[in-house]
T-cell receptor, first 112, second 114 residues
């Protein structure tokens, strides 16, 4: 069974731009969560989607948003990029919200 | 809310020696506990988890952890490490009854020396 896939793997943007990251969960998984990983703040929860609805949200500004499609694929969007948004963005999927999460390899975003 | 403290940011150890990575948590409710490993340029892989039952949990790659409720700890151990165990290890917690949102510790870099 294929694992969680994230595209692109690497991305370079400049301040003020916006970016969209994509996550394809494991087949049959309906929940997708997003995490931000930085050297300074560590791993922080962004949000979780289940059946196309946002179920949980972390403490991030409104510039960070996401959505989930009917096939469970998810995208997250960051608008008006700041230098501090440079991070590894990890996506995790699971069958339901009560199951173990499986992580993808992440998208490395660099903001110049 | 829950929080996790990983007491050591870096742990160097020689190959074939035992290792313990320490994790303490804080929570006002019952919790689930997890250890994840992250190799360079990769995502997180679950090593083991404690949901309920036996406090000694065995995971993959020869790792085990013991849940100690009175000391609010969940330390990770391996009796004999290999070079390939070099990676960053994260302890995580979520409230029990639901494994929705994980709160992670700051991570411990384990470096196995030849």
């Amino acid at each position: 069974k294929a694992g969680v896939t994230q595209t692109p793997r690497y991305l370079i943007k400049t301040r003020g731009q916006q970016v969209t990251l994509s996550c394809s969960p494991i087949s049959g998984h309906r929940s997708v969560s997003w995490y931000q990983q930085t050297p300074g703040q560590g791993l922080q929860f962004l949000f979780e989607y289940f059946s196309e609805t946002q179920r949980n949200k972390g403490n991030f500004p409104g510039r960070f948003s996401g959505r989930q499609f009917s096939n469970s694929r998810s995208e997250m969007n960051v608008s008006t990029l700041e230098l501090g948004d440079s991070a590894l963005y990890l996506c995790a999927s699971r069958v339901t919200q009560n199951d173990e999460q499986f992580f993808g390899p992440g998208t490395r975003l660099t903001v110049l | 809310a829950q929080s996790v403290t990983q007491l050591d940011s870096q742990v160097p150890v020689f190959e074939e020696a035992p290792v313990e990575l320490r994790c303490n948590y804080s929570s006002s409710v019952s919790v689930y506990l997890f250890w994840y490993v992250q190799y360079p340029n990769q995502g997180l892989q679950l090593l083991l988890k404690y949901l309920s039952g036996s406090t000694l949990v065995k995971g993959i790659n020869g790792f085990e952890a013991e849940f100690n409720k009175s000391q609010t700890s969940f330390h990770l151990r391996k009796p004999s490490v290999h070079i390939s165990d070099t990676a960053e290890y994260f302890c995580a917690v979520s409230r029990s009854g639901s494994a929705r949102q994980l709160t992670f510790g700051s991570g411990t870099q384990l470096t196995v020396l030849p």
